[in-house]
């Protein structure tokens, strides 16, 4: 019985799609002798007959159909119709996943693509017609002149043809479309204005949770709409500005997410008259969007999700995150760039902050574009931490190469001492769960692992993990009460206390552990600052003054202690009582090389480069172990930092002969 079913239900399916391919045929025919509604009735009269017929044929049919409406609607200038059919084309097309590249199927859900962002961008919906358009696998010619106007509009400069997107997990992630190299400019991106503040329900620190940061934006564009009429306007330019970015829909988030932002913004709606009133008209939103409550929900989300730097940056938005990302945002907060001519033809629509997207490494062709969500002081923590942070800001559990390989038994950045045994040497992969009230997802608050020296099975007790609380507290806290009355960084207090936190680390960790990573990144965030202090004080003195200077300045760094054979052999070491600032930089280059690539450690090179010519100047007989140090350095420097760096080099004892291969790269 079953299978006379199935024949006789293929019959009809054939049936219909025969029926319905000869109706296209007279909407063409209608379409092309101008007759725009006729071709219209046909097109309709033809997905009525395939309504509901989820034969793989009549799916195609439909899709078609819909996307030759969307054509025959652009053609009379009624863009959210052409819009609607263009979309739901789409959504056919890619009904049993997208068509694999070079297919007719392919071709086809190119142009139904092309057709939408030409209906959206007719509509001012910017963003949302760059997206369509970025998502094309065959770009024609109009498409490219399009997305050229389109990213005109939305702000983006230097759109590079080899960033692209792809369809992934309900939203977007961005691609490489071909093998991008290191240094790149992908794109600079124009902070976009809006009438809500990109830095609401941010904490003092500037951080918060997805939750407070939605209902903070709900609050905002609730008391938008109640504002009369230009109020509305103000709340429909943010609604349509924001369309296109994601989420394009509330089922894109999982209903757990869902569900605790609805939570957290209910005492908002609550106090709201006509949250859940019907919206008077098609949402902007598109959709699926029929209330009030879900249409503000829904933009509050993509307001959130679309912040960075305290700004909205759309394109930016984009990338996934990952904790080993091969792109970074170079934020410039009061650049105008190219951008004054944006400006000048979208009004205030543009502000002066400026994003550079650049690759960091090679990225392959197919490889998703990733940067960092975290802060510098954030992205040097361990697994747990890091997932939590990620957690509480983006509600989601990142699941990147470093996150999955730290989570490995043999990730030493993890490892803790023996905890079972009393003297026992072997060491423990146990990943630290924070102690600050947060509920830990990871299950490591009880994980037990055996030691490889003595076989007894390791955990952390409460004690050890406040233990491990505190020194990562006080390691944050490193920089406090070492500064003077006028400003100076006192590089011996800041030293005693790095060695203090160092030692007692080491009694608990293995010494490639992330809190030494984190010890010596706060040290050399504050030092770098007496660094540049103490150098530009130098390059400024008279010349016959400056090996002196120089001289006070590798006492104050501890520089004479500078090994560079041992630095170049071991440069991660157990914490020595005789310590010198170069070693420390040099070590948490080391550290961070492996997740943190070195075009984007600009600071701490310069830094290092610097401590290396001051260490120069007052050995000058050192000069020659030194000099590998500075090269590589140099390439860092500051335009201006240049001949001030040769000037120093060349007012010392050091023979012309040595500095001649300096000399070029500087």
Known sequence: VSVLYWRRADTMSGSAVEAATALKDKGNAAFAGGDVEGCLARYGEALALLEGDDAAAARSLAALLLSNSANAHLSVGRWAEASDCAARAIDAFCANGVPAAGTNEATLLDKARFRRARAEHEQGLAFSALCELMLITKPTADAAALVAKVARDVGLMGLDSAFGIHIFEGGYTAVAREDIAPDTALFAEGQLLVEI????????????????????????????????????????????????????????????????VRDAAAATFAEASGADDALPGPSVCGAGITTVRD?????????????????????????????????????????????ASHRESLGASLGTGVVTLVACRRIRKGEPITVKYLADH???????????????????????????????????????????????AGFVHL???????????????????????????????????????????????????VQSPDGRIDSAKLFAGVLRLRRATAKRCHPSHWLHTLCLYQYCVAAQRRVEQVFAEV??????????????AAREFGLSRFDAAAVSKQPIREPADEVDALALFLELEARL?????????????????RLAVLCAVAHPDRFPALAPIITAKANFFPSAMRPATMALLKGADIPAKQLKSLSRTL
Not at 539 to 549: D, G, I, N, W, Y
Not at 593 to 609: E, F, I, R, S
């Open 197 to 260: 503040d990109a830095t609401l329900g941010e904490s003092e620190g500037g951080s918060a949770t997805t939750e407070s940061r939605v209902a903070a934006f709900v609050k905002e564009l609730i008391a938008l709409r109640a504002k009369g009429a230009d109020g509305r306007a103000k709340y429909d330019r943010v609604a349509k500005e924001m369309k296109g970015s994601w989420p394009r829909r509330l089922s894109d988030l999982p209903p757990s997410v869902l569900q605790s």
């Open 295 to 339: 249409e503000v929900t829904l933009v509050a989300l993509q307001a959130r999700y679309n912040c960075f730097h305290r700004g909205f940056f759309r394109a930016c938005a984009l990338m996934n995150h990952a904790c080993d990302a091969n792109a970074a945002m170079k934020y410039q907060p009061g650049s105008s760039l190219a951008l």
């Open 378 to 424: 954030d992205f040097v923590l361990g697994v747990v931490p890091r997932r939590e942070l990620l957690r509480a800001s983006w509600l989601f559990t990142c699941e990147c190469n470093r996150c999955n390989a730290d989570m490995q038994p043999d990730a030493k950045t993890e490892w803790l001492r023996c905890t079972a045994t009393e003297g026992c």
């Open 431 to 481: 990943p630290v769960a924070p102690i600050d009230g947060r509920e830990c997802s990871d299950a490591v608050a009880d994980m037990k692992r055996a030691c490889g020296e003595c076989g007894a099975q390791c955990g952390i007790s409460p004690e050890l993990r406040l233990e491990l609380h505190e020194l990562r507290r006080d390691m944050l806290d490193v920089h406090s009460g």
């Open 539 to 552: 390059s400024a003195a008279a010349p016959a003054e400056r090996p002196k200077l120089a001289a006070d």
């Open 593 to 609: 090389l492996p997740y943190y690539p070195p075009t984007q450690l600009w600071a701490l090179h310069v830094a290092g480069g």
